[in-house]
């Protein structure tokens, strides 16, 4: 029987290194009984995902994961069950893809002052495994960044390459244009789907006082749901993020934020999320 979802994961459609049709049949091998696709500010990887789980048991469930203004940590928004042909969401996947072809040469340019010769072609390539690629139909992001650096050796491995050189603050690090939570949120409300904050941990809240201020101001602005399980949260703070579900009456969710071997520490469904915590939210988004 199967009993576990996985509702967070990304392909080669972003920065993940598994193509969505193998991502399901990774899933479907795994014995899942649900699977959400979503990749960083893009929905192009939603019909191939569809299409491999037609033929298969495991239930698709369509996403998209964008990055919102924050203070203090990093604020990622999961749309789940959208509506991948939404005219609103995609406005927005093509302004913010828009903002990484402007983002990458900069990121580039640095890379280059600090002795790193690396090219635009060569980043394409790696992002699409194509040396023919064209830069305008491809998702290129820090992650492909960092596997370039690694592969050209001049880091040991794309962790190095984030703490030296293109991590938040780091020497090589450029920003890249955010949205507001209300924005990101009407989207994909617009597109059908329920609106879920990524990884709560990342927010980096001093406290559970903290964070529930950030999470109500949030439930303001339209928030659904809080992604209680992920691969980054300890027993601890999933029993935290769980409470804090159940008190301010939001939905919960979970998933690996798997990518593949650029997460060599992260596996597809894992941790292990219950049919029974995420009922709510599969009613709320249908078949």
């Known amino acids: 029987m199967r009993r576990f979802v996985d509702l967070h994961t990304h392909s080669t459609a972003s920065d993940g290194d598994t193509s969505p049709a193998e991502l399901v049949r990774l899933a479907e091998s795994g014995n899942l009984l649900a699977l959400a696709l979503t990749d960083h500010d893009t929905v192009a990887g939603l019909a191939e995902a569809r299409q491999a789980a037609d033929a298969l048991e495991v239930r698709f469930i369509p996403g998209i994961e964008i990055s919102a203004v924050f203070t203090d940590g990093m604020l990622h928004i999961l749309g789940l069950g959208i509506d991948p042909d939404n005219g609103q969401l995609q406005k927005i996947a093509r302004s ?9 040469p900069q990121m580039l340019a640095k890379l280059h002052e ?15 495994g ?6 305008d139909s491809v998702m290129v992001g820090r992650l492909h960044m960092a596997r370039l650096l690694r592969v050209k050796g001049y880091v040991r491995s794309e962790a190095e390459a984030f703490d030296r050189y293109i991590g938040t ?7 890249k244009e955010k949205l507001s939570a209300r924005e990101i949120i009407e989207a994909i409300h617009s597109a059908g789907g329920v609106a879920i904050v990524a990884h709560p941990v990342e927010l980096k809240c001093t406290n559970d006082a903290m964070l529930e201020r950030v999470v109500k101001s949030l439930v303001h602005d339209g928030l659904d749901g809080i992604e209680a399980y992920h691969s980054s949260h300890n027993d601890r703070q999933i029993r935290s993020y769980l409470d804090l579900a159940r008190r301010l009456g939001l939905m919960v969710s979970g998933g690996s934020d798997f990518h593949g071997s650029a997460k060599s520490g992260v596996r597809l469904g894992r941790p292990r999320v219950p049919i029974e915590v995420v009922e709510q939210l599969l ?5």
């Open 169 to 175: 603050d780091k020497p090589a690090f450029v920003d």
């Open 96 to 104: 913010l893809r828009q903002a990484r072809n402007e983002r990458n």
């Open 130 to 135: 194509s040396n023919a690629a064209d830069a």
């Open 114 to 128: 600090l002795g790193m010769d690396i090219s635009m072609d060569e980043l394409v390539a790696m992002a699409s």
């Open 283 to 287: 009613a709320k988004i249908g078949s």
